[in-house]
């Protein structure tokens, strides 16, 4: 049906007719997105099939990829382009009268994310079937997933998000797959055939129902699966429970993404949606395993699975419960499995991410789940007790149980053969303070992956203008292998090629310009610096230091007539936490500001300060291609990666920025002169938590420009919010500022100054943005994906094209076999002398083994070792 044009016109024409039941004058843009996506997922599923049994045929590795979140965005338009018919497609819709741009737009935007972790998830499995590599993704299939964000008077209003309220044209029900998922009751140990037997009894099972969506690769035939779980009411009913009231809390689960858990009832409801997705996704792997293979005993030949952050940790205590009480193993051998099939990457270096569970609540909801887990510490600790004996110390605070609390990020680096940072900086933190103890312990578990973006859709979809001219200049090698962009670097200082460079960013921000009036109503300079900030609103992101340096740029041209600046347009969007009140504090200042500034004629000439509502995926490929100024501006060692920074680089942005996450490696990339350094490094905002010494009321008293803005959100100069900014002002001072906002504000503005002495020469700033184009292939998930597979998963493409990735062949295929080698290794790796496995594993009988509590609250089993009767040795029990 995609033949050519006239073959794509007719099907299309007949589609509209057959499916809508209307004559095609009479159809709307939703017929024909509906249609058109129909038409798509008929002409792929060949394929979609034909990969899913020339795995199983050649028994290749499968990689499943658990995350909360999958930030997927609209999918006609990046589906039309991994096919490669969407000239075609578009020129034939013109034809019949229908612009190919309104269809996209009755797709909705599924906010099945809330940041960077989703979207990254999401260019993961873009670049896993582009490499031709069997990658599938686990979520939930959230039926309302972030919120629709609303702005009334400035403050944030959440609104459910309603992306499926048309019907999801993408996905297919299996409701002949969904696996029964149990919650609450108790546990009854029993001992059959000399082994113990455990039973979990008396609980509220939930039906995880799959619903499958193709992934297609780029230019491949290669069709992997998302598989989104949804959370339906089992075929019995609790009889404990009213049904109605059961009904709702089961479909609770898969209801919103991200509850709020600041009691105890959502926190409870987030860790159902974390076992919801564990248990659903670990019993649809095990199954498929079990009927191609016959058992699970060489599971970790044939499948990895990676855990994205520690929200998928339970993953883990429910392999080891599958292979424990329904495959009948013993400990030893399930943990050998487990721990050689789980890998784990960690986004964060903030304590209120690294996920704990009070065990008050997680163990009645997860009886058999929290024995396991209380299992593993008790093997753990008393693995460190023997290698650091009487260092209490230490053992508390690696323990995955203590103070009352289940720790799932030491869960998921004890339990994983891999653990990842995703940045050079992040990692190094995570090795040198955060993870310090875990990385002296198993260093060889320690490794980094720099995230990537697909350049497929942030380039080549979002900013087709500056693809045909990079084609143009380098020719199309880079669509597939993305770093021969740095072939641009030779035409950066060309005095045409920066012409044309221009001429897109122009067109680009004339666009958005459009957009913004038809949203705000309020005109923008297109020549302005657009200069943009959008990502999640959180106080370590520092949205705060930009809008207190554009109320000083405001103060100095109301007080200062000779002080003029090149004209700014401020771009920000950003969603805050429903329960984060602090970042809607934010918020609603930035809106503050703006009604301040853009109402002012002396200043909006030269200064405007927009906040588009809702930011999602659609609006970020309106908002990056048209940026000429990145922000951003973490406290250096917060921030683990960020790919925002990747997406503005690719489309000619320039950084302005501090040394945190990956602008490290975009410093080391493009070099410092291309783009704007500023504020403290990593090591300096560590040492001032470590050792104190940062005053922030100093900063306060000796910098007039800080004083007055500050001062300005409590002293009346936003006469309609009353003490709303009080927070705000607390945090700077009686809080002695956390973030170091007013530390690096002197830095920052200062950075300022040099963007603008830079734009106003268009020669070095176009050479600037040139540069950074070139040197963006190296953030390329395609590239992050070839390291995870060749270095992680032991897996690699057969037939695929990322060993072409800029490096070696032979070096990266070497590097392949030894990975695949170590992952098959029966007894594990080495690391300082000492197996992690130890040949003699603790698995003494509870009943036959007293306990003590380390005096500082982590469970720790006597450190001694008995002999082991004949009949234990033999069977090696211990499970719970």
Known sequence: ????????????????????????????????????????????????????????????????????????????????????????????????????????????????????????????????????????????????????????????????????????????????????????????????????????????????????????????????????????????????????????????????????????????????????????????????????????????????????????????????????????????????????????????????????????????????????????????CRELWERYPGDWRRIEQMAIVAHGMVKMAHLAVVASHSVNGVAKLHTDILKQREMRLFYEWAPHKFNNKTNGVTHRRWLLK?????????????????????????????????????????????????????????????????????????????????????????????????????????PRTFIFGAKASPGYYYAKRIIKLIHSVADKVNNDNQVNEQLKVIFLENYRVSLAEEIIPAADVSEQISTASKEASGTGNMKFMMNGAVTLGTLDGANVEIAEAVGEDNMFLFGLTADEVLRYYEHGGYRAHEYYHHDKRIKQVVDQLINGFFPDVGDYFEPIYDSLLAQNDEYFVLRDFAAYAEAHERVEAAYRDPARWWRMSAVNIAHSGRFASDRTVAEYAAEIWGSFAVGGTFLNLGKDIFGLLFHSIIVLLGNFEGEGRKAKGRSVWPERPFSLSRRRRASRRCRRGCCLRRPTVRRRSGRQRGRGQRAG
């Not at 002949?176 to 001992?191: C, D, M, N, P, T």
């Not at 087709?464 to 597939?480: K, V």
């Not at 090629?497 to 009036?517: D, E, N, P, S, T």
């Open 462 to 566: 979002a900013n087709p203008e500056l693809s045909a001219l990079i084609t143009e200049t380098i020719g199309p090698r880079w669509i597939r292998e993305p770093e021969a962009l740095i072939e641009l670097k030779s035409y950066a200082s060309d005095p045409a090629f920066q012409q044309a460079l221009a001429a897109v960013k122009q067109q680009r921000k004339a666009r958005l310009a459009a957009r913004i009036y038809e949203k705000t109503g309020i005109l923008v300079d297109e020549s302005s610096i657009f200069d943009v900030q959008v990502k999640r609103l959180h106080a370590y992101k520092r949205q705060l230091l930009n809008v207190l340096h554009i109320m000083h740029l405001y103060n100095r041209l109301k007080e200062d007539s000779h002080f003029s600046i090149y």
């Open 1 to 380: 049906m995609f033949a050519d044009k006239e073959t794509f016109q007719r099907a299309f024409v007949t589609r509209v007719e057959a499916l809508c039941g209307k004559p095609f004058a009479e159809s709307t843009a939703r017929d024909h997105y509906h249609v058109l996506g129909h038409m798509v997922r008929e002409h792929i599923s060949r394929h979609w099939i034909a990969t899913n049994e020339r795995c199983r045929a050649e028994r290749r590795k499968q990689v499943y990829y658990l995350s909360i979140e999958f930030l997927l965005g609209r999918l006609l338009g990046s589906n039309l382009l991994n096919l490669g018919v969407r000239p075609m497609v578009e020129e034939g819709l013109r034809e019949l009268g229908i612009r190919l741009e309104d269809v996209e737009e009755s797709e909705a935007d599924a906010g099945l994310g809330n940041g960077g972790l989703g979207r990254l998830a999401a260019c993961f499995l873009d670049s896993l079937a582009t490499l031709n590599l069997p990658g599938h993704g686990h979520g939930i299939r959230y039926k309302h997933g972030l919120f629709d964000q609303k702005i009334v008077d400035g403050y944030q209003v959440e609104l459910p998000e309603q992306w499926l309220r048309n019907g999801n044209v993408w996905e297919i029900r299996k409701e002949e797959l969904a696996v029964e998922v149990r919650f609450w009751g108790r546990v009854e140990v029993s001992e059959q055939n000399g082994r113990l037997v455990f039973r979990h009894v008396d609980s509220e099972n939930v039906m995880a129902v799959p619903y499958d969506m193709p992934v297609i690769g780029f230019g491949t035939n290669t069709v992997n699966t998302l598989r989104l779980w949804s959370a339906e009411p089992a075929k019995t009913f609790p009889l404990h429970k009213d049904a109605m009231k059961y009904k709702r809390e089961t479909e609770a689960i898969s209801e919103f993404l991200y509850p709020d858990d600041t009691h105890d009832e959502g926190k409870l409801l987030r860790l159902k949606q974390q076992y919801f997705l564990a248990a659903a996704s670990l019993g649809s792997i095990t199954r498929a395993h079990r009927r191609q293979h016959g058992s699970l005993r060489r599971l970790h030949e044939y499948v990895a699975i990676h855990i994205n952050d520690t929200h998928p940790a339970l993953a883990i205590p429910e392999l080891m419960r599958i292979l424990l009480d329904e495959e009948g193993m013993s400990w030893e051998e399930a943990w050998h499995i487990t721990t050689h099939t789980i890998a784990y990457t960690n986004h964060t270096t903030l304590a209120e991410a690294l996920e704990k569970w009070p065990i008050r609540l997680f163990q009645p909801l997860l009886p058999r789940i929290y024995m396991i887990v209380e299992e593993i510490n008790e093997r753990f």
